[in-house]
């Protein structure tokens, strides 16, 4: 398995603002994922963090909105832009050590934004 | 492109009684499928999971799942269920291949599980 933190472990914001939120694994990993759960809802793939290059977005979410740093391989940013109440959502960060492998995740972000 | 559905939203069942929760997936290919529970302000635990091989799987706490390629399933089941396992179960299928695996999971909406003491 991996052990995996994300911080902040929850936030109230407000509108208009951006967030970052980090993903720290205790150990190299192949692939780092972002996922978003809003209320109620599954989990949906944000972008595939890649290391040393831009992230790969999934459709219906954009670079601007959802920027995606990876410096590292154990190590992830993603940031919520210019913030609306609709973006109010559990942001999950999710590793595979090697490719093949299970994925794990990380214990979220909770995001209110007033 | 690969779907799974969960169509059971809520369930509730006695304690000590059995469980199955069902799972229905689509995709072209072999799928590598899963198992999440998610309790109530945590996050993502793996439960069980399946790759290639014998299609009835066994994960943590004493849950297992089989894969059924003729149906396209891939129920949960658990013999007995204890008041801990209420929690949201998630189904979960990846893309397969050199660079699959783990990747690009597609997740159901979740079954919310009840426990009756």
């Known amino acids: 398995s991996a052990v995996i933190s994300q911080k902040p472990s929850r936030d109230i914001c407000q509108r208009g603002t951006s967030l970052t939120i980090q993903c720290q694994v205790d150990?190299?990993?192949?692939?780092m994922f972002w996922y978003r759960q809003q209320p109620g809802q599954s989990l949906t793939l944000i972008a595939t963090?890649?290391?040393?290059?831009?992230?790969?977005?999934e459709s219906g979410f954009v670079i601007d909105k959802f920027p995606i740093s990876r410096p590292n391989l154990t190590f992830s940013t993603l940031t919520v832009s210019n913030m609306s109440p609709e973006d109010s959502s559990i942001y999950l960060c999710?590793?595979?050590?090697?490719?093949?492998?299970?994925?794990?995740f990380g214990p979220g972000t909770r995001l209110l934004v007033l | 492109a690969q779907s799974v559905t969960q169509p059971d939203i809520h369930i509730t069942v006695s304690e000590g009684a059995s469980l199955e929760l069902r799972c229905n997936y689509s995709?072209?290919?072999?799928?590598?499928l899963f198992w999440y529970v998610q309790s109530p302000g945590q996050g993502l635990q793996l439960l069980l999971k399946?790759?290639?091989?014998?299609?009835l799987v066994q994960g943590i706490k004493g849950f297992e799942a089989e894969f059924k390629r003729s149906q396209s399933s891939f129920n949960l089941r658990k013999p007995s269920v204890h008041w801990s396992d209420a929690a949201e179960y998630f189904c979960?299928?990846?893309?397969?291949?050199?660079?699959?695996?783990?990747?690009?999971?597609?997740f159901g909406t979740g079954t919310q599980l009840k426990v009756e003491l």
């Open positions: 999710s590793v595979v050590r090697q490719l093949q492998e299970t994925q794990y």
């Open positions: 150990s190299q990993v192949t692939m």
């Open positions: 963090a890649n290391q040393g290059s831009e992230a790969t977005y």
């Open positions: 995709y072209g290919a072999t799928p590598y």
């Open positions: 399946y790759f290639s091989g014998d299609t």
């Open positions: 979960a299928v990846g893309a397969s291949g050199l660079t699959g695996g783990g990747n690009k999971l597609t």
